[in-house]
Each structure stands twice: as structure tokens, then as C-alpha cells.
């Protein structure tokens, strides 16, 4: 890592093409840590979308559930009341 710097300090010291080799490279390494974390920073929402579907189905059985379990308990109160 410390030759690489030194590369750098010594390639704008000197300036010419070097320097605009140097800045092109610095900002596409720049560019591509940038779309790492966001890459990251998707995959974790995607996660959490994911969680929460599955948390709506789970939801949704039971409610539907409890709405069953509701029916019938009304039908028998219907039935205990019409005898």
C-alpha cells in the first residue's frame, strides 16, 4: 500500500499523463467501492422486504384463521339461541 502511494505522490510530482492516469484510476476504484456498499445497502432491504412479506403471509393465515374459528363460534351461539 505504501508503494502505491509513493507511485502516486511521485507520478503528480512529476506531473503530465501520469497524474491523469492516477486521478481516472482513483475515482473508478472510488466508483466501485460506492456500488459495493450500495449493492449492500440493497441486498439488506431486499432482506427486510422479504422478511416482511413473509411476515404478512403469516399474517393473513391467521386472520383467516380466527375468522373461521369466529364463524363457527357465531353459528353455534346462532344454534344454541334458535332452540
Same mark, same amino acid.
Given at each position: %500500500?505504501?508503494?502505491?502511494?509513493?507511485?502516486?505522490?511521485? =507520478? &503528480?510530482?512529476?506531473?503530465?499523463?501520469?497524474?491523469?492516469?492516477?486521478?481516472?484510476?482513483?475515482?473508478?476504484?472510488?466508483?466501485l &467501492?460506492?456500488? +459495493? +456498499?450500495? +449493492?449492500?445497502?440493497?441486498? #439488506?432491504?431486499? #432482506?427486510?422486504? +422479504?422478511?416482511?412479506?413473509? #411476515?404478512?403471509?403469516e399474517?393473513?393465515k #391467521? %386472520? =383467516?384463521? =380466527?375468522?373461521?374459528?369466529?364463524?363457527?363460534?357465531?353459528?353455534?351461539?346462532?344454534?344454541?339461541?334458535?332452540?
Amino acid at each position: %500500500m505504501d508503494d502505491i502511494i509513493a507511485l502516486i505522490a511521485k =507520478a &503528480v510530482a512529476v506531473g503530465g499523463p501520469d497524474v491523469v492516469i492516477c486521478l481516472l484510476l482513483g475515482f473508478i476504484f472510488y466508483l466501485l &467501492v460506492t456500488i +459495493n +456498499n450500495l +449493492n449492500k445497502k440493497l441486498d #439488506e432491504k431486499d #432482506e427486510a422486504f +422479504n422478511r416482511l412479506v413473509q #411476515e404478512s403471509n403469516e399474517n393473513s393465515k #391467521e %386472520m =383467516a384463521k =380466527a375468522l373461521s374459528e369466529l364463524r363457527v363460534t357465531i353459528s353455534e351461539i346462532n344454534g344454541k339461541l334458535s332452540t
